[in-house]
């Protein structure tokens, strides 16, 4: 699998919340939150129920979604298979999340203890050779380069410290490539050559990519 890494997201749940949100809005508060199977599946206990909640919170700092992005948490289905393991299954608004952000593979633990409900989520996070990364490298430029000059009048080869890139705002797209494009920096790479263009940052997150396949 070419350029595949992990992205993990956790959550803890105090039981008592649960319990004081069910106390005060009953079959609305969980039906706005768990599916009919994640409630059959919990039955009357806080905490099962607050264990499906943390796995949700897990899975949503997984998907990261944006300001922008609407992820009901009944999109986010925590059910347990035969075998009586947690199983993730995403619908709707989740679904297109992990399509856009190409993860799959999702996995989750639940476990509950001295009224603490607590969960950690997992998915693979794929990005492949034949993505455009050159376009996506473009486009962290364009938002966090803060450039004198417009991207698109920009060559792969021309120098970006001449077109506007400053040492800090380069820290800022070298912290969005690594959010969006699932790859990390060593720090030698944090020099002037690796972001002195749009090609030298190609090639370097390509190789960062080539490492991790």
């Not at 409630?39 to 979604?65: D, N, T, Y």
């Not at 034949?130 to 698109?152: E, P």
């Not at 969006?180 to 990519?209: G, H």
Request: include cysteine; aromatic fraction near 6%.
């Amino acid at each position: 699998m070419n350029g595949a890494g992990v992205r993990v997201g956790c959550d803890v749940v105090d039981v008592a919340s649960i319990e004081a949100s069910i106390s005060a809005f009953g079959e609305r508060y969980l039906e706005r939150i768990f599916t009919p199977l994640e409630q059959l599946q919990a039955g009357s206990s806080p905490e099962r129920i607050a264990a499906r909640f943390a796995g949700k919170e897990a899975v949503m700092k997984i998907l990261r979604p944006t300001r922008d992005d609407a992820i009901p948490y009944r999109h986010i289905e925590i059910a347990l298979l035969p075998s009586g393991a947690p199983h993730v299954r995403l619908a709707g608004a989740a679904k297109l999340r992990a399509q856009a952000e190409r993860l799959q593979g999702f996995a989750v633990s639940l476990s509950h203890d001295h009224g603490v409900a607590f969960a950690t989520a997992l998915a693979m996070s794929t990005i492949h050779k034949d993505r455009n990364m050159t376009d996506a490298i473009r486009n962290i430029l364009s938002r966090y380069g803060n450039l004198r000059v417009s991207i698109d009048g920009l060559s792969d080869a021309d120098d970006l410290y001449e077109a506007g890139l400053a040492s800090h705002a380069s820290i800022n797209v070298m912290l969005a490539i690594e959010d969006e494009l699932d790859v990390e920096f060593a720090d030698e790479l944090m020099t002037r050559s690796t972001f002195s263009s749009i090609a030298s940052i190609t090639a370097t997150v390509d190789s960062l990519v080539g490492a991790v396949s």
